[in-house]
């Protein structure tokens, strides 16, 4: 499994961005896709998951009504759109995936840098 992300960058408050994750070397039915974020000097917090063939979103409460997660199930990309960026949304945003049952992530793109301005 290859997870590759894209689409961080430098953006002012207010601002939106879409982070794009591609998601490579298998079929992903029955699988949960996630973004995961990481502050400085802050531990790694968990930001969206949306499950692979149904669509089924869970957010984390700082991001809920900013952030969507969504899926294409054909191009196999998952997306991340966040609206209304603030500081404190600033960090390394990680793509992840894991097997449908699994406990937890088990497969880690690299990381896409979002920083927002005041």
């Known amino acids: 499994v290859q997870l590759q992300a894209s689409g961080g960058g430098l953006v002012q408050a207010g601002d939106s961005l879409r982070l794009s994750c591609a998601a490579s070397?298998?079929?992903?039915?029955?699988?949960?896709m996630g973004w995961f974020r990481q502050a400085p000097g802050k531990e790694q917090e968990f930001v969206a998951s949306?499950?692979?063939?149904?669509?089924?979103?869970r957010y984390a409460d700082s991001v809920k009504d900013r952030f969507t997660i969504s899926r294409d199930y054909y191009k196999n990309m998952v997306y991340l759109q966040m609206n209304d960026l603030n500081p404190e949304d600033t960090a390394v945003y990680y793509c992840?995936?894991?097997?449908?049952?699994?406990?937890?992530?088990?497969?880690w793109g690299q990381g896409t840098q979002v920083t927002v301005s005041s």
């Open positions: 070397g298998r079929t992903f039915n029955n699988w949960m």
């Open positions: 992840a995936a894991k097997r449908g049952g699994a406990a937890s992530f088990g497969y």
């Open positions: 949306v499950t692979w063939n149904l669509g089924t979103a």
